[in-house]
């Protein structure tokens, strides 16, 4: 069966060209050819292709120009280098410029196509991944989301239902509605034949209160066509704050009518001084909350007992597990699909005890309560179930702390209740445990062979098998830059591996920072020769020695430094600093290259993560795995430390690292010898 993957065959040697398209149509059933440079750069802006295969000497636009202007316009495309007349320079633009593969004539079909397979294979899994991260990214926000709105709308009916006092009840209201959604001030206005009450969540300005009154003897008019008169107009102003800017104007605002049956009692309001439109979201989530104000306003209670049969309702029928404690009862609320998450054979019970809850997740709801910081809205929480069969379920727990805005807050400032929305993620924790398996297999199996020909390379570099001349030490050294640059590929591949499996420690002694710092710099130097450039040391002189692990240290050194030195102009400087400050090592590492956009700051420690923007740094683009920063911030977490980045496009980067002096706990993931 032919592969559908699109690929472009490049030659100006017309019988190659045939041959190669009828070889490769032969397995993939979409393959275009083009005559020359010129013309496959025209194909690959019309078309995205996952495959290039080029000639490199051609007239007009040879290969190089080709491989530039896919890799410009792609990010993963694989570019496949075919030529007879290699040279050291072609082969040397070629790699630096992110080239995948340089095949010399005359070729082996049957190789030839081993390679094909194996870079699109590799191309397959890259975006399965990055597909996979997106996915997962995308259902983490939602599902944040619906944990938010869902404790928004519990809270408010909660709140109402404790509540007899109808002043108290607007004050709810008023609170939910600029808690939903963003505004600078809402209202409700109750109108009652000749009286039309108004409640604010903030004090007007008379410009603003002026154009209101006229609005709303409009409304009464027009609803029970009377003579309503100034007078009859009340304000009851409920004052949660002042406004800063009294001078503006509401210029963007959402009504919703309050009902009771057929007859309209009131609306809630929503305002903004910015030309700012509500979203969908937003008037879908304010008519829900109006939804609940509406019915019967003035039975207060039996609306919201009824309202709140309704919400059990829904969580009821939700996939997703869902969980409430209320403090104030020590009540708890399960819906039936937590129930089979955590215990099938207590379903049907749509109450259960707290202390039974508690013996079920292993966990206690107090610890959840301590973990409040008064700040954080919500977190995630992983519960492990175990199983007869040794086995564990998985659960991704989205606590949310009920609002003490709506719900109110104990005398110790702690929240009133808990809101848990329960995801099995046993399966997908199992594919992770696969692929990081499967990484650490696969590096583990590069490593020998990896070994294997960097050693016969030294041994040709030396002399030991032979004389060579300087061209052939030049290619030598291409191997040999190479071959490293994979071991630290196989070496971050297996990092991770461990990373996700819960086994990288560290190895904690006491030893001389001023001696790592030596060998770092003496190391890296040889690659930033290469470049013309020049590390720059701002190194404190009496330096104390620490007590970390050396070998991290040296590679969240090394990883900074080739970070700095891949996206920085040859001939520039990196300044490297290192010092002790309040029982804290402090240690930055500064280039003066182009910058890293701010969109793309807080995805820099992502796994996989590289810069999107092809003109802001495609001249690293082909030595990065997306792993090397990442792994760096693991480190420097185990160590108990912090990493902050600070960039501005066209001036540089800095990357900031501080590491306390004293040992790191044991079950922070530090084996200390």
């Known amino acids: 069966m032919s592969r559908s993957e699109k690929i472009l065959v490049v030659d100006d040697e017309s019988n ?91 070729f082996e079909i049957k190789n030839l196509l081993k390679i094909v397979d194996a870079h699109l294979e590799r191309q397959r899994l890259v975006r399965e991944n990055i597909k996979l991260h997106r996915q997962t990214e995308r259902d983490r926000n939602q599902l944040k989301k619906n944990v938010v709105e869902l404790s928004i709308l519990y809270n408010f009916t909660r709140s109402v239902t404790y509540n007899f006092d109808i002043a108290e009840v607007y004050k709810t209201i008023l609170e939910t509605l600029s808690e939903a959604v963003s505004n600078d001030f809402c209202s409700i206005y109750e109108i009652r034949r000749n009286t039309i009450t108004v409640k604010t ?26 003579h309503i008169d100034n007078k009859d107009i009340q304000f009851d102003i409920h004052e949660t704050g002042h406004l800063s800017t009294p001078g503006k104007s509401v210029n963007s605002f959402f009504n919703i009518v309050l009902k009771d049956k057929d007859e309209t009692f009131g609306v809630l309001n929503v305002s903004r001084f910015a030309h700012q439109e509500f979203s969908e979201d937003d008037k879908r989530f304010l008519a829900r909350i109006a939804e609940q104000s509406s019915n019967n306003f003035t039975q207060l209670q039996k609306v919201i007992e009824s309202q709140k049969d309704k919400i059990q309702r829904i969580i009821e029928n939700l996939p997703d597990g869902v969980i409430m404690h209320d403090q104030r ?62 086995r564990f379920i998985i659960l991704d727990a989205h606590v949310g702390f009920l609002s003490p805005a709506t719900c109110g807050i104990s005398r110790d400032g702690m929240p009133q209740g808990i809101l848990m929305v329960l995801r099995d993620v046993t399966k997908e924790r199992e594919v992770d445990r696969l692929k990081t398996e499967f990484i650490s297999n696969v590096s583990h199996e590069l490593r020998t062979p990896a070994a294997v020909v960097k050693e016969f390379t030294s041994i040709l570099r030396d002399g030991i098998a032979g004389p060579t001349t300087d061209t052939q030490n030049e290619y030598l050294q291409i191997m040999t830059n190479n071959i490293d640059r994979l071991f630290r590929i196989i070496d971050n591949l297996l990092n991770i591996s461990r990373l996700e499996a819960g086994m990288l420690k560290l190895h904690k002694k006491q030893f001389s920072l001023k001696f790592v710092l030596q060998n770092v710099v003496r190391t890296m130097n040889v690659r930033y020769a290469e470049k013309g450039m020049t590390i720059k040391e701002e190194i404190q002189e009496d330096l104390p020695e620490i007590y970390a692990d050396p070998d991290a240290i040296t590679q969240i050194l090394m990883n900074c430094l080739d970070n700095a030195r891949k996206f920085s102009p040859e001939g520039s400087d990196v300044i490297l600093r290192a010092y002790v400050r309040d029982a804290e090592l402090y240690l930055s590492v500064q280039d003066f290259g182009r910058g890293i956009p701010k969109k793309d700051i807080d995805k820099l420690f992502m796994r996989f993560y590289r810069i999107e923007d092809p003109a802001q740094r495609d001249e690293a683009r082909s030595e990065g795995s997306g792993l090397g920063l990442s792994i760096v911030k693991e480190f420097v977490n185990l160590h108990g430390g912090t990493i902050n980045v600070e960039s501005e496009l066209n001036k540089g980067t800095t990357f900031h690292i501080t590491i306390p002096l004293q040992p790191v706990e044991e079950n922070s993931g530090v084996d200390s010898e």
């Open 16 to 106: 190659i060209l045939n041959l190669l398209e009828k070889i490769l149509s032969a397995h993939f059933r979409n393959v275009d050819s083009a005559e020359n440079g010129k013309k496959a750069c025209e194909k690959l802006k019309k078309k995205r292709y996952d495959l290039v295969l080029t000639d490199i000497v051609m007239p007009v636009v040879n290969g190089i120009e080709v491989l530039k202007q896919a890799k410009k316009l792609y990010d993963d495309i694989v570019v496949l280098i075919l030529t007879g007349q290699a040279t050291l320079n072609t082969a040397i633009d070629s790699v630096n410029l992110g080239a995948d593969e340089y095949i010399t004539k005359p």
């Open 329 to 390: 009862d020590d009540s708890i609320l399960i819906n039936p699909a937590a129930v089979d998450m955590i215990s099938p054979s207590t379903r049907g019970i749509s109450r259960i005890n707290r202390n039974t809850i508690e013996s079920l997740l292993n966990f206690r709801f107090s610890d959840i309560y301590d973990k409040n910081s008064h700040d954080e809205k919500s977190f995630i929480h992983e519960i492990k179930i175990p199983q007869r069969d040794n």
């Open 201 to 226: 969540s903030t004090k007007l300005s008379k410009k603003i209160l002026a154009r209101l009154e006229n609005l709303l003897i409009s409304a009464a008019k027009r609803e029970y066509s009377e």
